[in-house]
Each structure stands twice: as C-alpha cells, then as structure tokens.
C-alpha cells in the first residue's frame, strides 16, 4: 500500500476500535489526497469519526478538516431521512398486510460504531406475505397503491427488480433476490435466499416495524453481493466493511457459509476477503476464519478494491433490446479482461454466463 492507503486503514482501525492510535506522522500525510480516497470508497463519515480519537496533531489542516466535518453532517442528515423513508414504506406494506424485508443497506448500518456514517444510497426491498410467501401480485398491489394515492411512477429496467423514487431516494422492489438473469449460477443461491427469507427478523423504529434479514441470509446475500459487484463492476472498502462489521457483530455459522460458498464458487473470494479484514481492518482471526491463505490472492483483490475504476451505468428500463444486447457486449468484455475475478466468484464459464444472458434476453422480448 502506498502511504495514503496505509493512513486510511490507519484511521479505520481506530474508527472501528481495533486500533487507539495513529503511528504517521502528520507532515508527511497528503491528507486531500486521502480525502478523495475515502469519497471514492465510501468512507468519508467513518474516517471523520477517528478524528475525536486521535491528537489534533495529527489531523488535517482547518480548511480540510472543516469540509470533511461538513461531508461528515451531510451524511447524517441523509441517513435521518433515509431512516424516515424506509419507516413510511414499511407502515405502507403493513398497512396493505405485507412485511416489506429490507435488504442490505439500512441493515448493514446497524452493525457500524455509528450507524449514520455508513452511507446509504438506495433501498432494496423484498415484500412478503404474513405466511413469508412472495408474489409478482404482491408487487404489483404495492405499487399500484403508490401510483394511485402519491402519484408515483413505478419503472421495471429489468425482471429483476422495479425502481421508483420515494421521499428523494430510489428504491428497488425486488422480484428476486439475485438477478437470476444475470447468472445461471445465481439460481441456486436466490432460491437458497429467498427461503431465508421466511426467517426475517422486526425490529421496532419510532413504533414502526421494520424486517431485516436474518443472519445466515445475510451471510450468504451480503457475499454474494458482494462478489458480485467485485467481478462485473468494481467493490468498495465499504462493502468490505458491511461484511467485516457484520461478522463482528454476529455468531456466524461458518460451516454453513463455508459449504455454500464451496457450492457457489466463492471460497477463494471469501478467504480474501477475511484475509484482507484481519491483516489489513485488525479483526481477530478468531472471527474471521481462512480456509486457505494465499497472501498473493489477498493483496490483489484488496490492490483491485483500491484502484478499481471499472464502472458501467446498468440498462434502463425505455432501453431497446439491442442496446440492452450491446451493454452485455461490453459487461462481457470486461469480464474477459478481468477474468480472474471471475474465477473466484462463478462456477460457470465467462461463455456460459453470456450465452445465458443473451438467452434471458431473449426470452424477456
């Protein structure tokens, strides 16, 4: 790592309390640099939040501390009105006799030092019924129910989800948990997932009921999603984060995880990952067990998570079929260049992954 990247773990470690000091010193630290680093991570709230931490010696000049600081506010303001958003939706469903699960994002939070510095972007949805039965009827009442009473225009880029903006933030209503379009290998998991899915958890917000996923779903979803992100776009330290501060803070049923894992291809991933969260974020290896260490392995998926700019907008619903077509010419193109992260996340071929698009394609036309 070079030097900006090493400051940044630094302050993580602190921030996350597994370290309670900074051993740079000040001077020799670009610290604009290492604030667009943490942008491009999303990072920056969790980073600011070490600053109380540590010396004023040691943190950047006024001018920069002062705009991190305001960064810092920002992201707290959007996560009180994130949290607003996700319990209107939730009163919504309930009001209509559904349990709106929400995946990912508003859960993830909840596993940080502070949960209003993890910063939240969309909102992934999955509803279900009282029974844990899912429908595409089920979908469809929901949003016809938004359209007709706050006028909301629902879009469906792909089978995979709906998309439509609530109280400034968009959110996906899924229809699977995985794009099973994208991978036949995703099949197997969104079944998997979907069943654990029946176990989801309430937790009470402001007198609402909010349903989070369960622990062994979000063992397998947040890896997967992970891994998914890593192959075909590019992954943050904060996806590394959700990962590593979620198994800090849960009893993990790792033969379980390990054995899907295996199934699904993504053991050398997951080995990487829990490498880069004990040797580079300070985990105890207690918590994050390795199956095989390839230190080799783990350095180049964390230089990638670093330096990864591979990023690609995903087809819009008013998209034609050959502009969807050309977008999986490119996507599959990038995988070939980038075939080796392939490797480590799919148990099928780059070819049999794009034939099955292509096919999923078709099928949807």
């Known amino acids: 790592m070079n030097n900006c990247q090493d400051v940044v773990f630094q ?68 996560y009180r009105k994130y949290e607003e958003t996700i319990i209107k939706l939730s009163e919504i469903a309930h009001n209509l006799g559904m349990k709106m699960l929400v995946l990912k994002g508003y859960g993830c939070s909840r596993n940080y030092p502070q949960p209003k510095y993890r910063p939240c972007g ?15 009827g089920m979908m469809q009442h929901f949003e016809t129910y938004l359209e007709n009473t706050k006028g909301i225009k629902v879009n469906a880029p792909n089978a995979h989800h709906t998309q439509f903006e609530f109280q400034q933030f968009l959110v996906e209503n899924h229809a699977t948990i995985l794009d099973v379009d994208a991978h036949k290998s995703s099949i197997y998991l969104n079944n998997l997932l979907e069943d654990l899915a029946l176990s989801a958890e309430p937790l009470t917000i402001r007198d609402t009921q909010v349903w989070l996923p369960s622990v062994r779903f979000n063992s397998i979803h947040l890896l997967r999603h992970m891994a998914n992100d890593f192959a075909s776009v590019n992954t943050t330290i904060r996806n590394v984060l959700d990962w590593a501060t979620f198994i800090e803070t849960h009893e993990i049923d790792w033969p379980f995880v ?48 670093l330096t990864c700019s591979d990023r690609q907008e995903h087809p819009q619903s008013g998209d034609s079929f050959m502009e969807r077509l050309s977008y999986d010419f490119r996507k599959a193109h990038r995988m070939w260049r980038n075939s080796w992260k392939y490797q480590i996340v799919y148990n099928e071929s780059l070819l049999e992954s794009f034939l099955w698009k292509v096919k999923s394609r078709m099928k949807a036309h």
């Open 258 to 305: 390990h054995k899907v894992a295996d199934k699904a291809n993504m053991n050398h991933f997951l080995d990487a990952i829990n490498g880069i969260c004990v040797n580079t974020l300070g985990y105890s290896a207690h918590k994050f067990p390795i199956e095989i260490k390839d230190g080799i392995m783990e350095h180049k998926v964390l230089k990638e998570i």
């Open 122 to 136: 969309d909102i992934d949805i999955f509803l279900i019924s009282e029974n844990g039965i899912h429908s595409a």
């Open 11 to 78: 302050l993580l470690k602190v921030a996350l309390g597994n370290s309670d000091h900074v051993d740079y010193v000040s001077e020799l630290v670009d610290w604009k640099m290492v604030m667009n680093l943490v942008l491009n991570q999303g990072i920056v709230g969790i980073c600011f939040d070490a600053f109380c931490h540590i010396p004023r010696s040691a943190r950047p000049d006024d001018k920069l501390f002062i705009k991190w600081m305001g960064q810092t506010l920002l992201m707290e303001e959007r």
